[in-house]
């Protein structure tokens, strides 16, 4: 158990429609990412939060946004739904200690699926 | 900008060794890791590598490491059943925009 808890696991839902996805990191991690896995793309950053701000974003479109609570946890809202956003999600947490390695801790993922 | 390649498949023998590639662009990397995915679950960390180093050894992992080229290697001895998973180069970089870029990941079936 990685200590980074992802709900829902699974998530089905129609073209147009928005969903959020939340990600509670390991106790005392500061530091959220979330990726995105699908079979032809790999595993792609989407975006990174640093106790509450917004530290580092990648290949995350426009209809997608995220942010992480005072309590650290963070939600990723995927809105405007297209058949292509059918991935597996993952969240990942670490502490970001300076002058240590940065070692990600990821959660189980959310599988989402959109018909 | 942040780049980092592996070749997609990798079938061995149980019992063989297998050695799995990545090649990475960011030349500012500080950090390389290779994490290991299982069937249904996240992301593992298995290894790392410093940058200023060029090999490291963990039990059946060898961690290689060619600067000049931009070449990172994983060499798992002895290779069984249960390494079968997906295996991800990352790297780190403190230049530019901070971020923690995934290789595309090599699937390792070992076949009994």
């Known amino acids: 158990d990685s200590g980074v808890t992802q709900t829902p696991k699974h998530l089905i839902t129609a073209t147009g429609q928005r969903v959020t996805l939340r990600c509670s990191p390991r106790s005392g991690d500061l530091s959220v990412y979330w990726y995105q896995q699908s079979l032809d793309q790999g595993l792609q950053f989407l975006i990174q939060y640093y106790n509450g701000e917004e530290r580092a974003k990648g290949n995350i479109l426009e209809r997608f946004s995220a942010q992480q609570f005072p309590d650290l946890h963070s939600e990723l809202n995927l809105s405007s739904l297209e058949l292509g956003d059918s991935a597996l999600y993952f969240c990942a947490s670490s502490a970001e200690t300076p002058g240590q390695i940065e070692k990600l801790f990821f959660g189980s993922g959310t599988q989402l699926s959109v018909l | 900008g942040e780049d980092v390649e592996q070749s997609l498949f990798l079938s061995v023998r149980e019992g063989d060794s297998s050695v799995i590639n990545c090649t990475y662009t960011d030349s500012s990397s500080t950090y390389l890791y290779w994490y290991k995915q299982e069937p249904g679950a996240g992301l593992q960390l298995l290894t790392y590598i410093f940058s200023n180093m060029d090999m490291k050894q963990d039990q059946r992992l060898t961690v290689l490491l060619n600067k000049k080229d931009k070449h990172l290697s994983l060499r798992i001895a002895d290779t069984q059943t249960g390494d079968s998973a997906i295996y991800f180069c990352?790297?780190?970089?403190?230049?530019?925009?901070?971020?923690?870029?995934f290789g595309t990941g090599t699937r390792l079936k070992v076949l009994a």
């Open positions: 990352a790297e780190t970089a403190t230049s530019g925009t901070y971020k923690y870029i």
